[in-house]
């Protein structure tokens, strides 16, 4: 099979997603899922829907013409506040975006009235990330002038967390984005339909019993598609951690030694992690490199070391002497090295369970096909 290419388990990924809905469905919370790490993937996003998300999330407009153009019919929000120069083909594919500005706002109203239409806004706030949002002071305000424009309806309040800053999301935080939720309402009178507490980093709070308030949606993309607990990098319970993994092939194996790197004092090679007892130990170079993935975001089997990697070569240490030119090794991504390597030109994706069947945990469709990224 070629390489490098990801192997994606469509089962995994439903089956996370349904874990995930059930356990915040309890707590009053839906979800929506996120599909920006995946390019916008239209099979990788069906099995998200059929898994128990309400609805879509994409931070780009390219990645919500791709599924649209696929077929993807649910609604879909951008969660990147929209760019002047595309309002009006956010109001085209998108039921609603996420918003921080009153003249993209206004721009959005103007585009739905052309073509007929209401889109949904909801504000976003800053609440400590210091990525987006409006200060918490001047979301009343906003929120009137939203209610008071035709072509746009308020659908809700959200915030985001642990982006930009790291800080997972407090109960304070939580309560503080419950009480502006009331406020709004109170001072502008429709009942808001979403408020939206924030990503994969807020799961741990959600899921541990923590008060969660007026919060009744997350929208998550990185506990569905990794597994993981963004703030902590550790694995949630209950959750698979493999659905993708990255194969690579190896095309050079030498037992060279690694000595003449030691010592070096060029900055470049400041990076390079030795091997700390390079007797006997080989020397794989695979066909992959920087431009196809985060090559410091690959966890290697047991047993193999990262040395270091280029645009195009990933160098790696191993004493095990039966891999050879040829062979493929499985990795898997973090989310930054899962994120660039969906989108690298040369990388093929193989789809496993591509299939929805009535209980997921008898899935055993080996059907497999070939898709580019
Ligand atoms: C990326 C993003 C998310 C999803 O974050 P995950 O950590 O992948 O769950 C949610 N909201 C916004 C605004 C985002 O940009």
Known sequence: MTCPRIDV??????????????????RGIQVTAVTKATCGHPAIARAMVDGGAEGLAEARLSHVRRLREAGVACPITLIRTPMLSQVDDV??????????????ITALAAAALRQ????????????GDQREGILPRHVVGMAQRVVAMSGVQLKGIGANFACLSGIAPTAAKIQALSDLANEVEGQCGPFLQTVSGGNSANLTMALNGSPTGRINDLRIGEAILLGVDPVTGGQIGGLYRDAFTLVAEVIETDAKSLGPLVGRTDPPLGKIHLVSDTTGTIRLIF??????????????????????????HLIIGTKDPTL???????????????????????????????????????AQDPSTHLALV
């Open 9 to 26: 388990d469509l089962r995994k990924i439903r089956e996370n997603t349904r874990t995930i809905v059930d356990r915040l469905n309890v």
């Open 91 to 104: 109001v085209q594919v998108c039921e609603a975006s996420y918003n921080t500005e009153m003249t993209v």
């Open 116 to 127: 007929k239409t209401v889109h949904g806004i909801i504000l976003m706030v800053e609440m």
């Open 287 to 312: 066909a992959i490199g920087h431009r196809d993935t985060d090559a410091t975001g690959l966890t290697m089997p047991p047993d193999h070391t990262f040395v270091g990697a280029t645009s195009d």
């Open 324 to 362: 050879c030119v040829g062979s493929e090794m499985r990795f898997q991504m973090n989310y930054s090295a899962l994120m660039r390597a969906m989108a690298a030109p040369d990388t093929q994706l193989t789809i496993r369970n591509d299939r929805p069947v009535s209980d997921p945990r008898d």
